[in-house]
């Protein structure tokens, strides 16, 4: 692959050029490469997968840079060469929630999902929380109460208050679910706060038959 940014000749030029390479356009740079080979053998289920996945993250992207307030946060992260879809993309295709921690107000949970570079997840940054919900569960593992988490633009947080004024020795359990059908679940203690040490797998039941 050859770059230029002051060849006059292929200036704005973008696409197969002669049946021998392709010209792109990026970021003011003028990108040559060599013209892509087709691929003859049957594609596998991970080839599949990861395609199905660069089509998400294509359409996603677009649409972002087309939100002024989400084309405004990418171009704020995006580096040296890069645009505001690149990271849009890189979002997209990548990004996934790892790590939660909880914060606790009286009845009100505060939940902070994060992802392997410590940026969190929240409507517009990145954007693309589907759902967060909150369980409250008894010790036994039954499941007491359950909402969706509303985002606090102010705290840049995921909050839910429990209706259930009794809130002492139990277990909250967040489930979290991005548009591209990434999950996460978290179990805590509450109203403690930190980690249950008690993995739970997606559907919440509880290991060693603790759950209804």
């Keep these: 692959m050859a770059t230029s940014i002051t060849n006059v000749l292929l200036a704005g ?17 003028t990108v040559i490469c060599k013209l892509p080979k087709p691929y003859e053998k049957p594609p596998t289920s991970g080839q599949l997968a990861n395609r199905d996945r660069f089509k998400k993250a294509n359409a996603y ?3 972002a840079i087309l ?6 946060y990418y171009q704020s992260k995006a580096k040296k060469g890069q645009s505001a879809f690149n990271v849009a993309f890189r979002d997209a295709f990548r990004g996934k929630a790892v790590e939660a ?9 505060g939940v902070n999902v994060m992802e392997k570079d410590r940026r969190a997840f929240s409507p517009q940054a990145p954007g693309r929380v589907k759902a967060l919900k909150v369980y409250l569960l008894h010790a036994s593992g039954y499941e007491m109460e359950k909402g969706a988490a509303v985002y606090s633009a ?3 947080r995921w909050e839910y208050t429990f209706r259930e ?24 203690t509450f109203p403690q706060g930190g980690p249950a040490g ?10 060693a038959g603790k759950g209804k």
């Design 165 to 188: 004024k009794n809130v002492r020795s139990h277990l909250v359990r967040v489930e979290l679910e991005d548009l591209f059908g990434h999950t996460g679940n978290w179990l805590f």
């Design 13 to 29: 030029v973008s696409g197969k050029v002669g049946g021998m390479f392709v010209v792109r356009q990026r970021n003011g740079k």
């Design 154 to 156: 102010k705290r840049e």
């Design 101 to 109: 921690h909880l914060h606790v107000e009286g009845r009100t949970v």
């Design 198 to 207: 008690v993995k739970t797998p997606p559907g919440g039941a509880l290991p």
């Design 61 to 63: 992207a677009k649409a």
């Design 67 to 72: 939100d002024p307030v989400q084309k405004k």
